[in-house]
């Protein structure tokens, strides 16, 4: 059915920038929210930032002002812009998508995920 593959992880120093992409690929009309978690070692997954079809955002705390979120509609497309990393953003970075309509206009099951992509800061 519907599948998302990120891409754009790897190895940074700290300090350093890395845009992560995610595309989903399917029978896809449109989709509500798309966003990114992440997963410390040791740690719960937690949300990094989402964003709606109509562009409304929302941060964690510890990524404000350094990270941007941002997505292309026609390529069902989303993207993680991550500044100024810092090695605690060491995780894997999981998307995910909810509320995906059907070109036959019918919704998808949610949770609908990535596979994750591995980020690694060093100092």
């Known amino acids: 059915q519907v599948q998302l593959v990120e891409s754009g992880g790897g190895l940074v120093q700290a300090g350093g920038s890395l845009r992560l992409s995610c595309a989903a690929s399917?029978?896809?009309?449109?989709?509500?929210?798309m966003a990114w978690y992440r997963q410390a070692p040791g740690k719960q997954r937690e949300l990094v930032a989402d964003i709606t079809s109509g562009g409304s955002t929302v941060y964690a705390d510890s990524v404000k002002g350094r990270f941007t979120i941002s997505r292309d509609n026609a390529k069902n497309t989303v993207y993680l812009q991550m500044n100024s990393l810092k090695p605690e953003d060491t995780a894997v970075y999981y998307c995910?998508?909810?509320?995906?309509?059907?070109?036959?206009?019918?919704?998808?099951?949610?949770?609908?995920w990535g596979q994750g992509t591995q980020v690694t800061v060093s100092s």
């Open positions: 995910n998508a909810e509320g995906i309509m059907s070109l036959g206009g019918s919704w998808y099951p949610p949770g609908y």
């Open positions: 399917g029978s896809i009309f449109s989709i509500n929210t």
